[in-house]
């Protein structure tokens, strides 16, 4: 909940506190009809007379007085009725008519003795001997004690007045300075809604820093091997905010983030600015899926789930991306482990209850391998309608739109290849860079109705300089200090194109279509991948299996994800010519086979494939060295089939899907390439936390403390 909604929720308490509190005292120190009825005990001692009547058969009557202005506590007479108060007490000789004593605040509250006060003397001697020893007489409930009674509640109107002028001090501060809660966004079918039920469209910009790019001949997308975490540099989200503001964008996308850092100025910053963040969960390097080699496991779920885990308690996180461009047009292959991805993510978001998206970033390319990847990423592998298998969001990298193009001639055929698409689709990256200079045009067309139906918006690429094949992208340079922000005429286009644009707010919540998940696609020559996914990594079973492995990784280096990679062709070599097989460790996304190991981090499948190579060469020690990153271990079964026996123990279903759990070390560093978090120190300088707050606990430890001891004073 947000802090304003808090203190407005506080404030409304507080007032009704307050006002019940003053009625309360007012009732005791004013003699109306309506707020002297309101007291602390009241006494009713009209048949007082006639009980005294039948206990000593003479009459009683003259006990009482009629005069209802007679003064208390003077023996003037008995009174029918006594009310008792904080302040004093009132008596009266009927329903409405009376007289309240004027004693002082505090009075203890001892009813017999102000009752009795009113007596004749020869009344008040008989009454003493009929009521003896009673709770009404003689209790620890009144007299000096019931003070206390008087004085909570004093204090307490007080607090309840402080209380109501400090939440409303807040909530006016909150109101000036346009602090509001950010609009929660949810999907409806393929569109997207705010909270008072108007479309939304993503306008936003990628907001990143280029980490170092390393040219080689396996690195075709000039991809970085390191990252900046943009959400974890306070003085640089501040630095920039004012801009991205100025642009217009309700949105930015960031690629990798650290989970070990602390990411509450900026995310509390944007939120405040009504800017989105769209999260990719990957990191570069190893933390991400493989072209190439691809594989669904521990590690990268781990990775995955550490970030959701961070940015869980924001609520400006529109949706996670699993992956960015990882399959592409002759490596469909990999699909179905993207798929896999999305699969157990979207399950543990829902089993904690978020409402976060889950999506996908593709390439663009021909619609013979991007139409199917897009729908196969969207559909119900069951064929059941569900949505446990399916992306959320499907982000599509275009860049078709070039100079000062046309709708015509560059997105029409691409919005009409996705016009029957069954989840929200928006354009993750735009902003072509062929034709300079960038006009930003496209603009008036992502968010018009040529494309409303279809796409949500757009990323415009990129607010931060970056280096790719085509050339360099960027709309702003900072100064070395990194203190300063230098415009460029990019950024000044494409402010210009924001700022005039408005998507249709239609269709409206209530008439967009459900949302449908159909059957998967058929394979073809383009589009090879299986419909059977990987399983969810179990990091309990591979945990299980490492300590039956007879010959485990130790690596010699500390930076040993550099190694793991050479060791595993290494070592899956010596085994072939062994005549034994990686099999266990690999899979297949075009068959749809996985080994039973395949969701084990890459640690644990090089110590497995060690193993194997030390049983094949009848345990020699030096079959486990391997330039001494390996170890044997003693504990270990001493035959192959007992190996076997332990590993088909600990993985015992080896193709099972489950809702993942947190990692058993929460605290863990990012897997993947090394990261940066700039200038910042890591500290907490975000939204205030109430119950993270050290000065707030002890605010509620005292405030505790205080009630406990009233209670006890009170009721002592």
């Known amino acids: 909940m947000r802090g304003e909604v808090c203190v407005g929720a506080a404030s409304v308490l507080s007032l009704v506190s307050m006002i019940l509190m003053i009625f ?173 039920g108007s479309r939304f469209y993503i306008k936003g910009i990628a907001y990143q820093e280029q980490g170092v790019v390393v040219e080689s001949a396996d690195n075709d997308f000039g991809e970085p091997s390191s990252f900046i975490d943009p959400l974890a540099i306070p003085d640089a989200c501040a630095r920039d905010l004012p801009f991205l503001q100025e642009l217009g964008v309700n949105a930015i996308r960031v690629y990798s983030v650290n989970s070990s850092l602390n990411h509450d100025a900026c995310m509390a910053a944007f939120s405040n600015a009504g800017i989105y963040t769209i999260i990719d969960l990957a990191l570069p390097l190893n933390g991400s899926i493989d072209r190439i080699v691809p594989a669904w496991s521990t590690n990268i779920l781990d990775q995955y789930i550490r970030t959701i885990d961070a940015f869980s308690k924001y609520d400006n996180v529109l949706a996670y991306n699993v992956g960015n461009e990882v399959v592409v047009n002759n490596g469909t292959a990999v699909a179905p482990y993207v798929k896999a991805a999305a699969r157990d993510v979207k399950a543990y978001l829902k089993s904690k209850s978020s409402s976060v998206l889950v999506g996908y970033a593709a390439i663009n390319g021909a619609s013979n391998f991007r139409d199917p990847l897009a729908n196969y990423l969207s559909c119900d592998l069951s064929g059941g309608n569900q949505d446990s298998t399916s992306i959320d969001i499907y982000g599509l990298n275009d860049y078709e739109w070039c100079g000062d193009s046309t709708f015509q001639s560059s997105y029409a055929r691409t919005t009409g290849d996705f016009a029957g698409y069954n989840v929200v689709a928006y354009l993750s990256e735009f902003g072509c860079i062929t034709s300079p200079p960038r006009l930003w045009t496209e603009s008036g067309a992502i968010f018009s109705s040529d494309m409303s139906p279809v796409w949500s918006g757009g990323i415009a690429f990129s607010y931060f300089p970056a280096s790719s094949v085509q050339g360099q992208f960027g709309m702003v340079t900072i100064s070395e200090d990194g203190k300063t922000v230098t415009t460029s005429e990019d950024f000044d286009r494409l402010k210009t194109q924001y700022n005039q ?85 690999g899979g297949d996304g075009q068959t749809g086979v996985y080994g039973r190991l395949s969701g084990c981090d890459p640690t644990i499948k090089l110590s497995y494939i060690m193993s194997l190579h030390y049983q094949l060469n009848d345990r020699n020690v030096q079959a486990c060295s391997f330039s001494g990153n390996g170890t044997v271990n003693p504990n270990a079964p001493s035959s192959v089939a007992a190996a076997d026996a332990a590993a088909s123990s600990c993985i015992a279903n080896p193709d099972a899907t489950f809702v993942p759990s947190p990692p058993a070390n929460t605290g863990g560093s990012n897997n993947g390439g090394s990261a940066s978090d700039g200038s910042s120190t890591g500290k907490n300088n975000g939204a205030v936390k109430l119950i993270g707050d050290n000065n707030a606990l002890v605010g509620m430890t005292v405030m505790a403390l205080v009630s406990i001891a009233s209670a006890v004073w009170t009721l002592a």
């Open 501 to 585: 644009v408005t998507g249709p707010d239609s269709p409206t919540k209530g008439s967009a279509p459900a949302a449908a998940y159909p059957s998967c696609p058929t394979t073809n020559t383009t589009f090879v991948a299986s419909t059977t996914l990987p399983p969810t990594p179990n990091e309990a079973a591979c945990n299980c299996l490492l300590s039956t492995l007879s010959c485990r990784f130790t690596p010699a280096t500390n930076n040993y994800t550099t190694v793991v990679g050479q060791l595993l062709d290494t070592a899956c070599q010596l085994v072939g010519q062994k005549g034994g097989s990686c099999d266990d460790i």
């Open 24 to 196: 309360v005292h007012v009732g005791q120190i004013n003699t109306s009809t309506i707020p002297r009825r309101i007291s602390m005990a009241q006494v009713n001692v009209s048949d007082y007379s006639a009980a005294l009547h039948i206990s000593f058969t003479d009459p009683f009557d003259d006990i009482y007085t009629t005069n209802a202005s007679a003064p208390l506590g003077v023996k003037a007479g008995l009174r029918k009725f006594y009310g008792f108060g904080l302040y004093s007490h009132c008596a009266y000789v009927n329903s409405t008519q009376g007289h309240c004593g004027n004693l002082t605040i505090g009075e203890q509250y001892r009813p017999y003795d102000a009752i009795t006060s009113d007596m004749a003397a020869n009344y008040s001697r008989i009454t003493a001997a009929l009521v003896e020893g009673t709770t009404f007489h003689d209790s620890s409930y009144l007299g000096q004690s019931t003070k206390a009674a008087y004085w909570m509640l004093l204090l307490g109107t007080i607090c309840a007045a402080l209380a109501l002028l400090t939440a409303a001090a807040l909530f006016a501060v909150f109101a000036l300075t346009g602090v509001q809660a950010i609009s929660k966004v949810t999907r409806e079918g393929r569109y997207l809604y705010k909270d008072d």
